[in-house]
């Protein structure tokens, strides 16, 4: 029963172990990114509703809506809903941008290690060097891996966040029409 349990988390220190301590700052910016996603999905299924709920209240609530400084007020209110919506995007995109260039970092400093151990023991074992070359790669392919996980949701929330801009400046135009 506990083997069953810790078989993922040994598995996980062997991964470790194999790629290098560049592993480690790649899962600390997975974790990172995937907070930061996680927090976006939140703000669009939870918290953009109620805050674009304040904001009709706020405008519907005026009494004159037509002059050219209540327009200004309109249009301050749809620049403060894009950047609530947009908050975290650049970050997440930074995130995005790091990871492979850590995996980079690790392949190497793997390769310079295995250069290293083939000048030390002046051999040119080409099974020898196939291994050491292939442990040098994984922090690469664990950041690509990354990042491209990020990817998806980037487009995905700057997707949404012309969708919903558009949609909800449109919103306010009609009513304001026929109210």
Not at 7 to 26: D, H, N, S, Y
Not at 55 to 68: I, P
Not at 84 to 111: D, E
Not at 164 to 173: M, V
Request: overall charge positive; aromatic content about 10%; some cysteine.
């Amino acid at each position: 029963m506990i083997d069953w349990l810790l078989e993922p988390w040994l598995t996980l220190l062997a991964f470790f172990e194999t790629g290098g301590q560049v592993l480690l700052l790649i899962f600390a910016a997975a974790v990172l990114l995937w907070m930061l996603i996680l927090e976006r999905a939140w703000f669009f299924w939870r918290v953009l509703p109620k805050v674009e709920r304040d904001v009709h209240a706020h405008w519907f609530g005026r009494a004159e809506r037509s002059s050219l400084g209540a327009r200004r007020i309109r249009e301050a209110l749809l620049d403060r809903i894009k950047l609530s919506m947009s908050r975290t995007l650049p970050t997440i995109q930074v995130m995005i941008a790091i990871c492979p260039m850590l995996g980079l970092l690790g392949t190497v400093t793997g390769m310079i290690q295995v250069f290293d151990v083939m000048a030390l023991k002046g051999t040119a074992d080409a099974r020898a060097m196939a291994s050491g070359v292939s442990r040098a790669t994984i922090p690469t392919m664990a950041g690509m891996v990354v990042g491209l996980s990020g990817l998806f949701f980037i487009n995905r929330f700057q997707a949404r966040v012309r969708r919903e801009s558009e949609r909800f400046g449109d919103t306010l135009s009609v009513r304001e029409v026929t109210a």
